[in-house]
């Protein structure tokens, strides 16, 4: 795909197969199912506990497939390593928590684990931003404002409802913004990526892939809340959306590498 190719351009077709579609989504189906079959134990890990690190690591890898067929690109050769990097990141993280509860028999709050949970961010909105700003060099004044009152709004939310509670612990509270923050400004660039992609060379396969990264950082602000009220369970629908979420993104990447 040449450089020289702008917002402007008309999408020759879709570029998903809507088959493949409904089969990621039967298996987010299948996932939840066995979320609500196996038994969830304090301090132990299940079969299903691996489904996602599985998940995120295919995605890690396709990224760098992707960036590999990108190399004589640096807007999209970089942008595609650093989404590499971004679920390396994570799936290190989930490495690393998985070991503190299977082998330590330690509860990973605050650990190590969470260093590479928060390093995805950065890496992933630099994807998001490069692909925007090539794709829409201009971004009006309107956009500006909700791009950074989204972020905002979440943290404004989740000190609200921490402040509520009784009893709060403002360690976590402090622990928790940073995360907070981080997810809704990826949250709030995959939002506009979403909008800029539809009018994008391949408009469904580059929207796809912004939807998947949506997807999982609208999971992580969810669980980020949950944790204020103690309600976060394996069988809380977030877990399917962070399972869901890198499958979107992989078939999103797989066609990508496909079409360039």
């Known amino acids: 795909m040449s450089e020289s190719t702008r917002e402007n351009t008309v999408e020759p077709k879709s570029g998903l197969n809507y088959k493949v579609l409904l089969l990621i989504a039967g298996l987010a189906v299948i996932y939840q199912t066995f979320n609500y079959i196996l038994p969830e134990k304090e301090g132990e890990l299940s079969p299903i506990d691996f489904v996602v690190l599985v998940a995120v690591v295919i995605c890690a890898i396709s990224s760098f497939l992707v960036s590999n067929r990108y190399a004589r690109s640096t807007v999209f050769g970089q942008a595609y390593l650093a989404l590499g990097i971004g679920f390396t990141a994570y799936a290190i993280g989930e490495i690393v928590w998985d070991f503190y509860i299977g082998v330590l028999k330690i509860y990973p709050y605050p ?3 969470d260093i590479f949970f928060f390093a995805q961010y950065p890496f992933i909105i630099f ?3 490069r692909n925007i700003k090539f ?12 791009l950074a009152a989204i972020p905002v709004a979440l943290v404004l939310i989740y000190s609200y409802f921490t402040f509520i509670q009784v009893g709060y612990d403002l360690f976590d509270y402090y ?7 981080a997810s809704a400004t990826t949250l709030s660039f995959a939002v506009l990526g979403m ?4 009018q994008s060379l391949l408009a469904s396969v580059w929207s796809l892939l912004a939807l998947g990264i949506f997807l999982n ?11 204020i009220f103690g309600l976060y369970t394996r069988i809380h629908w977030v877990n399917v959306l962070w399972f869901l979420a890198p499958l979107l993104i992989t078939y999103s990447l797989y066609r990508h590498y496909k079409i360039i």
Do not use: C, M
């Open 175 to 181: 622990y928790g913004v940073p995360f907070v923050a």
């Open 195 to 198: 909008q800029v992609f539809r």
């Open 135 to 146: 794709f829409k060099r201009k971004i009006s004044t309107i956009t500006k404002i909700w």
């Open 127 to 129: 994807h998001l931003i």
């Open 217 to 227: 950082t609208f999971a992580d602000i969810n669980y980020y809340h949950l944790e």
């Open 111 to 113: 650990s190590i684990a």
